[in-house]
C-alpha cells in the first residue's frame, strides 16, 4: 500500500476551488460588486457550474469504494445537506437550498451501499453496469425539465403527472411550484455517481501500480481531504466578507 491517492485529493481540490470561486461570482452579484447577471447566465458560465457539478459528483462516486463505514458516512453527508436546506429556509427562506448536492450525496452512499454489496464478486459485470449507467446520466439528463435526452438533444417527455409533490421533486420529476437555489435530483445524478462508482470497480486495485494515481498538486491537496467542512463553511464565509465589502463600497 502506497498511501493515499494524491491524484484523486487534487481533482477534489481543484472543484472545490473552482467551486468557491463561483459561488463567489454569485454573491458579488448579490451585492452588485462588479458581477453580472447577464454573465452568471451566460454559456461560459454554464459550463463552467456543470463543469464543477460532474467532477464533484464523479469523484465521489469514484471514492466510495476507499470509504468506511459507509451507512454512518452516508447518513453523515445527509444531516449535512438537511442541515444546510433548515439554515437557509431561516436565513434566505426566497432562495432556500432544498435537495442540495449534499443530499444527493449522502442519498446516493446509502443507495450504494446495498448495491456494492450485492454485486460483491461479480466483476465481470462492472464494465456493462459503467456503460449503463452513464447512458443513463444522458438519457435522463433533462428529467427536471420533463423530457427524455440531455441538454439541447430531446428523445421524448416523462409523463405530466409525475411532476407532482416534494417525493417526486427528489427523484427528478420536479413539480411546477418548487424553487431551489442548489437542486440535485436522484435521477439523473445518481447515474453519475453510479458511473464514478463503476470506474473504480474496473479498477479493482490496480491504481496501486499506476504512479499517476501518487501524484498531486500540494496547494490543492489539503482542500481536497476536507472538502467537506469547507463546503459546508464557505458560503457562510464568502457571504460575510462580501455583504462587509458591500458596507464599506456603500
Known amino acids: 500500500m502506497k498511501g493515499r491517492l494524491r491524484l484523486i485529493d487534487t481533482l477534489r481540490g481543484i472543484t472545490i476551488v473552482s467551486m468557491i470561486a463561483f459561488h463567489a461570482c454569485w454573491d458579488m452579484m448579490w451585492f452588485n ?6 454573465f452568471l447566465y451566460s454559456r461560459p458560465a454554464y459550463i463552467w457550474q456543470q463543469s464543477i457539478c460532474w467532477s464533484f459528483i464523479l469523484i465521489s462516486g469514484f471514492c466510495f469504494s476507499y470509504g468506511h463505514k459507509n451507512v454512518i458516512r452516508g447518513l453523515y453527508v445527509l444531516g449535512g445537506g438537511i442541515l444546510i436546506t433548515a439554515i437557509t429556509l431561516f436565513v434566505i ?11 444527493l450525496l449522502g442519498s446516493s452512499i446509502l443507495l450504494t451501499v446495498p448495491i456494492d454489496r450485492a454485486l460483491s464478486g461479480k466483476d465481470k459485470l462492472y464494465p456493462v453496469l459503467f456503460v449503463v449507467s452513464l447512458i443513463l446520466f444522458f ?4 428529467v427536471n425539465i420533463g423530457t427524455f435526452g ?3 438533444l430531446s428523445f421524448g417527455h416523462f409523463p405530466e403527472s409525475l411532476y407532482h409533490g416534494y417525493f417526486m421533486t427528489y427523484l427528478g420529476f420536479k413539480d411546477p411550484g418548487f424553487v431551489s437555489s442548489d437542486y440535485f435530483s ?4 445518481f447515474f453519475l455517481f453510479e458511473t464514478g462508482y463503476f470506474a473504480n470497480k474496473m479498477l479493482k486495485g490496480k491504481e496501486k501500480n499506476i504512479p499517476a494515481f501518487y501524484k498531486g498538486i500540494r496547494p490543492f491537496e489539503l482542500p481536497g481531504r476536507h472538502s467537506f467542512i ?8 464568502l457571504y460575510g466578507v462580501f455583504y462587509l465589502i458591500s458596507l464599506v463600497a456603500g
Open 230 to 237: 469547507i463546503y459546508m463553511l464557505h458560503q457562510v464565509v
Open 33 to 38: 460588486l462588479g458581477v453580472t447577471e447577464k
Open 186 to 189: 436522484l435521477i439523473p445524478w
Open 139 to 142: 438519457v435522463t439528463r433533462n
Open 150 to 152: 440531455f441538454e439541447g
Open 93 to 103: 427562506p426566497d432562495a432556500a437550498d432544498i435537495f442540495g448536492v449534499l443530499f
